[in-house]
Structure formats: C-alpha cells, structure tokens
C-alpha cells in the first residue's frame, strides 16, 4: 500500500516537473535583418543556442541591409503595442528606446554573467541606458575595409591603392581591362557607408570624430570636406551603371565571381566570401580603405529586450541574453559574421587573419584615439540626425550636385535633431 501510494506520488511529482518544464520553455520573437548568406547562417546559431535552452524561436527577419526597414516594421509593432521580444537595436538608438520605458532591464543578469569586466568600456557604454544594461552585443564590424579581389588586380595589372591619390590609376587600369572597378549597390545606406570611408581617409580619424561624431560646424564647411565630396565624386565614376538598388551582397558576389575588382563594406562582406568557401590571403584580400591604415570604424550589432509581463516570457529573454554572452556563441557566430566577438576573452586562434588583424587594430585604435563610430552604421549621431545627412549623400551621389553645394547641405542636415 504505502508503495502504491509513494508511487503515485512520485508520478505526480513527476507530471508536476514535467509541466512546470514545458511552461518554461519560452518563445522568443527576435526582429533582426540577417538575410543574406552569410548573416543567415551566423543568426541561425543563435536559433540553435536557444533551442537547446529549450525556448522556441520566433523568427522575425525583415530583410533590407543596413535595417531600415527592420527598423521601420518594428516602430509599428511597438505603437500597436505588440512589441517582438528581441530585436536588434544598436548605437545611440538604444537610448531613444530606453527614454520611451519600454526596454526591459537587463542589469541582473548582467551582474551575474560579469558583463563589465568582459566587455570593453566603447562596447559596455553603449549597452547602457542610464547606467543600467538594457542591450546585449554581439559583435564587433569593423566598417573601413576594402574587399579586394588580387586575381582581377593581377590581370589588369594593377596595384591595390593604398591612398586615394593611388586609387583613380588603379581603376582606371581594372575598368581598360573589361572589369567593373568599385562594386557597389546603389542604396542609401551603401552610398553612405563608403562616403563615411572616404571622409575618415581624407581627413583622418580626428576630422572624422569632429566632423561626423560632434557634427562640427566648421568641420562639416571646411575645405577638407570639400575634398571628400571630390573624392567620393571620383569614387561613383567607377562603379557600373546597373549599381542602382543593388543589395549589398551582390555587390560582394561580384568580387567573389571576378567581375569586380573592389568595394568598400563592413567586414559582413566577409561571411559572403566565407559562405562561398572562399579564403582571405588567397581567393581575396582585406584592405584597409585607402587612407585608413590602423583607423577603424566600429559598428556593434547588439539586441535589446521589450518590458513583458509574463515570467515566460523574462526567462526566454534572459536565456537570449546569456545565449549571445556565452564564449562559443560568440566565437561561432563571429567565424560566420566576418566580425570580431564583443567579449574580450574569446580566443581568437581559429579566426582568420582579416579578423586578427581587426582585433589588434581594435585593440590599438582605442588607445591611439583613432577609433572612431560608423555613422552611416547608426553609431555616432541619433537617427533622425544620421538620416538628414545620409539624404544629403545620396542625392550627391546621385546628381550632379557640387562639392560645395554639398557641404552646406551637410552642414544644414547636421542641425536635424
Ligand atoms: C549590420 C550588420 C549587417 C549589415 C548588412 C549593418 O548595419 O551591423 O550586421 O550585416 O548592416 O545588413
């Protein structure tokens, strides 16, 4: 009888686990953009981290490089009040988002993971809203490089520019040799991203903090502006004339395939060549933007979790939370990403030599002052500031606008607020 009896309630305790398993195994609906070969397979690890957690994942990828749209999709689920659980939010949007109240604070499970003494204070600070953690990173991008593909160089005989004063000689040698010089895809943020290039390669990482960062007045109408306008003039004469509304990762294709020798992008260009087997030192090379040697233009993707009321729903976030943190998630993802991981202790002995390369120049710039945020990677100025001036950019590079005219309507984009 009292056998019978502890049986029975052993198997009520039993179901009791059970159920109480099952009512934790939370879903968690994550807004990102990762949509191309290489971002997929790298988001797809964090799919499998949490379903090992026990949680469901809830994909909600909106595609369009750069998040624009993502970013635009996930302002209407917030105002109907069906915020995701997760999305992917960075740089100083993460205080927009915090001054709304809507950010879960994260700063427990912070604490317990030790998150201040593994991430470096340009990462941490950025995750902070009021001192608290309301946003976890991922990674590292580095934004000024140059994809480079030596096959092409080789055979227009050209030498890889190292200045922009080098860089029309090299072109025009890969345009006389049938090959499409810059790859590009003509889409604000792209156009944007190799101007923010070009300006930190002719003014220097100091101009660019002034110019870019502080949105300096006589930064922004100085001469030097001027010459980058001229420069990136320059640049628009050597991409090909389909490059209109080209997504970003066919324009990496391109220099994959040969058909192009170059294009300026963030090192997630670098898990499209890893996706396609391809090895750097090899099959194509990583470059520093010329001008740019030892600079570098940080751009940290990192996720954000909405207030929600169910305690489900808090462990699944936390559970992300701890999931992007681990060591192997950020090895994994990074190997696939093209960036570096946000943690400093992750071993960085089977990354690549453009990732190490990326570290100890990551590492260096932040003690030289020459690391500086990408503002068209939404890094350095609020986002309705970043995208006055992104405007200016590409109506500039889209018109025959001058270099002058330019500068003023820089200058006059920079006061948005
Ligand atoms: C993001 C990257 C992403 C790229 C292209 C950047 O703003 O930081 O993670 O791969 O856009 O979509």
Redesign the pocket.
Same mark, same amino acid.
């Given at each position: 009888m009292n056998t019978i009896r502890h049986k029975t309630k052993l198997a009520a305790a039993i179901t009791l686990a059970l159920a109480t398993f099952s009512a934790q195994a939370a879903e968690v609906e994550v807004l990102h %953009? %990762?949509t191309?070969g290489g971002?997929a397979k790298s988001v797809a690890e964090l799919k499998k981290l949490m379903q090992a957690k026990g949680d469901t994942w809830k994909d909600f990828a909106v595609s369009g /490089? /750069? /998040?624009e749209n993502a970013m635009t999709v996930l302002k209407s689920r917030v105002v109907a009040g069906d915020p995701p659980t997760a999305a992917q939010i960075?740089g100083p949007s993460i205080q927009e988002w915090g001054a709304e109240g809507v950010l879960a604070d994260l700063s427990s499970t912070a604490k317990a993971g030790n998150w201040d003494t593994l991430l470096p204070p340009v990462v941490s600070k950025v995750m902070k809203y009021k001192g608290n953690y309301v946003a976890v990173p991922v990674n590292v991008?580095r934004v000024n490089w140059m994809w480079v593909n030596p096959a092409v160089f080789n055979k227009a005989g050209a030498k890889v520019p190292t200045t922009w004063a080098e860089f029309p000689d090299a072109a025009d040698k890969l345009q006389k040799a049938g090959f499409i010089a810059v790859a590009h895809g003509g889409q604000p %943020?792209q156009d944007f991203t190799i101007f923010e290039s070009v300006v930190l390669g002719v003014g220097g990482p100091e101009f660019y903090q002034k110019a870019m960062v502080d949105l300096d007045q006589t930064a922004l109408k100085s001469a030097t502006m001027t010459k980058a306008f001229d420069t990136f003039r320059t640049v628009r004469k050597y991409v090909d004339k389909d490059f209109s509304g080209r997504d970003?990762n066919l324009a990496t294709q391109m220099v994959i395939q040969g058909k192009a020798g170059m294009q300026f992008m963030?090192d997630?260009a670098k /898990?499209e060549f890893t996706a396609a087997g391809k090895k750097p030192g090899k099959d194509y090379l990583c470059v520093d933007v010329p001008g740019t040697q030892g600079d570098f233009t940080f751009?940290i993707?990192s996720f954000v979790m909405f207030k929600q009321s169910s305690s489900d729903a808090k462990k699944g976030q936390e559970d992300l939370a701890n999931a992007i943190m681990s060591p192997s998630f950020q090895e994994t993802f990074n190997l696939n990403?093209g960036s570096i991981p946000a943690r400093l202790d992750v071993k960085m002995d089977k990354f690549d030599d453009c990732a190490k390369k990326s570290n100890a120049d990551f590492v260096a710039s932040s003690k030289t002052g020459s690391l500086v945020p990408s503002i068209a990677?939404?890094m350095a100025v609020p986002a309705a500031t970043t995208g006055a001036i992104q405007d200016v950019v590409t109506q500039f590079f889209n018109s025959n606008m001058s270099s002058k005219q330019a500068v003023e309507k820089l200058a006059s984009a920079a006061k948005t607020q």
């Open positions: %953009w %990762w191309s971002e /490089g /750069g /998040g960075k991008h %943020w970003w963030g997630w /898990g751009n993707d990403k990677h939404q």
